[in-house]
């Protein structure tokens, strides 16, 4: 039997924002026991310039995504006690397991969720990097968008850049209702 | 009851955090052998001194699920449970590893104590 091949999406969703909008809602919740607030998309008031740790995945497979949770230095200072029951020191290997984690985690949930609106995608292991204004850069610019959310106590922020097969055209981004901003790239 | 376990995440943090959740439960008096990935596992995987495993599905090497696989093939691994520790929460993937891999729970992270305590209690009392 010949397998069954189904062209990768190159374009992200008001359905595929609210996926990822929700599982980063749902998992800071539930580990920082805070009410998580949505700030909008690229929002340019956020600080996103600042000293703090990034954690990268790579989704693929009917989408092709690359997704970077951003956390602040003293969010992740804040969180290490919630998340792992004790503290953890900022230059340790154990930080970068916990943003590993911590991006493993969101990762998943948005695959879940994808998962029961027919999307089906695999995840990568975690990359992590340590340092102060870091941004990711692709030779190919793809289309990008950054979610941004805080509590009292933590902020953080979640890039998704969108990819599609080389030879299926653009990818980009859809302006959905209640999510603002455009961002498409020919 | 006493239980060797087998503990396997790349990370390390994500172990330390399985193992103090476990003795949290007070479900049983554990002693624990840590694994990076699914390859040492299966190495320090002895049906005869491991009791239990609790297993993380995104591994480099050899995943969790392929650990659950070809750790079953060894004698006597039938009777050892397999608990999935994981992040991935599609319900393919719970169903994937419960019934093609041969796990006998599946817990997302992150969790609670109250969570590993409602998925291995009815485990180890079968184990009694």
Redesign the interface.
Known sequence: MQPIHHPVSGTLTALHLECIKQSVLD?FN??SGEELLFLGINNNGHNYKTEGMIGIISIVGDILWSITLGLPKNTVLSLGPK???FD?HYYS??MG??V??LT??V???I??RL??IGV?AN?S?PTVARGSDLELFSLVRPPSMRMAFSTENIELWLKVAVGHAIGTGKAHILSPNGFGNEASRK | MKLKALIMDDSKIMRTMIMKTLEDTGLASFSFVEAKDGAEALVKFDPKHIDICFVDWNMPTLNGFDFVKKAREKKGAESVPMIMITSEKSMGKMIDALDQAGANAYVCKPFTVEELQHKLSPILENMK
């Open positions: 998992t539930a580990i998340f792992a029951g953890i290997d154990d397991d916990m590993g984690e493993n985690i990762a998943g949930d695959l879940a998962d029961a089906s995840m292991l």
